[in-house]
């Protein structure tokens, strides 16, 4: 499954931005899709996730500011950020993850979003 990352770009403080994944298709086995984050000098950390039988997740960190949603007809997850802070500044990936939010397969290419103050 090859996953692509898009919607990056410069936003000031308080601003949105939508993040899109366009998919080949669905890992075989895989509990979710998710978005993922990792910011210079930090590890990758856990934003948010649509889980294939129904339901989302979200980090405590962007809880209320961030919603993830799908189209299922065109193999795409969404994540909205809205009220985006500095702190939001990382490059984002998505990937398919197991119940536990493990990637299943291979990361996709992210795209880097740079909030400024």
């Known amino acids: 499954v090859q996953l692509q990352a898009s919607g990056g770009g410069l936003v000031q403080a308080g601003g949105s931005l939508r993040l899109s994944c366009a998919a080949s298709?669905?890992?075989?086995?895989?509990?979710?899709r998710a978005w993922f984050r990792q910011a210079p000098g930090k590890e990758r950390e856990f934003v948010a996730a649509v889980i294939w039988s129904g339901g989302t997740h979200y980090a405590e960190s962007v809880k209320g500011r961030f919603t993830i949603s799908r189209d299922n007809a065109k193999n795409t997850v969404y994540l909205q950020m809205n009220s985006l802070r500095p702190e939001d500044t990382a490059v984002y990936y998505c990937?398919?993850?197991?119940?536990?939010?493990?990637?299943?397969?291979?990361w996709g290419q992210g795209t880097l979003v740079t909030v400024s103050s």
């Open positions: 990937a398919d993850t197991y119940s536990g939010y493990e990637v299943a397969g291979v």
């Open positions: 298709g669905r890992t075989f086995g895989s509990y979710a």
